[in-house]
């Protein structure tokens, strides 16, 4: 099973200048727990890997990347359409916005934090509303001054 996870702001945005303009503990926490379920295998394009700057513990990683490098704690993934057409395991999908966009047609669920705010964020995840229905959400929840709420969506039946 493939799952995409990410927080996104009223309009879809992720990321501003490269980095995510809020602060929700919360939403870590929660980020954590997912991504260590299911075998905790998690993928990742280049830039966001350079942002967080070292490979996320306890989970196995893989870093998307079209430059033959290495990265201690992480396996290199140069084609990521073959990589998931092959991969036979549950796997997370942790961005950044290019990655979503290639990888939403192999996702079999999104894990979404809503925040009800607009950062101006010049990076998106991808419009997903035809392809997954709502499957499950918590209850809205505000922490550092950000209204937000989990939401589990499902592929829709074709």
């Not at 999104?110 to 705010?117: F, R």
């Amino acid at each position: 099973m493939i799952r995409l996870i990410a927080a996104i702001d009223r309009r879809r945005g992720i990321a501003k200048k490269g980095y995510q303009p809020w602060l929700i503990p919360n939403d870590e926490k929660y980020f954590l727990e997912q991504t260590s379920k299911w075998g905790g295998e998690i993928l990742m394009g280049s830039k966001t890997y350079e942002v967080i700057g070292h490979p996320l513990a306890n989970r196995k990683n893989y870093v998307v990347t079209r430059d033959a490098v290495q990265v201690n704690g992480a396996e290199i993934v140069n084609d990521l359409d073959a990589f998931l057409k092959s991969f036979g395991r549950d796997l997370w999908i942790v961005g950044g916005a290019s990655i979503f966009e290639q990888s939403l047609p192999y996702a079999d669920e999104l894990y979404l934090t809503h925040i009800e705010a607009d950062f101006g964020c010049d990076q998106f995840f991808p419009d997903f509303t035809q392809a997954f229905m709502p499957f499950g959400e918590d209850s809205i929840a505000e922490q550092n001054g950000f209204i937000y709420k989990f939401v589990v969506y499902t592929k829709r039946s074709s």
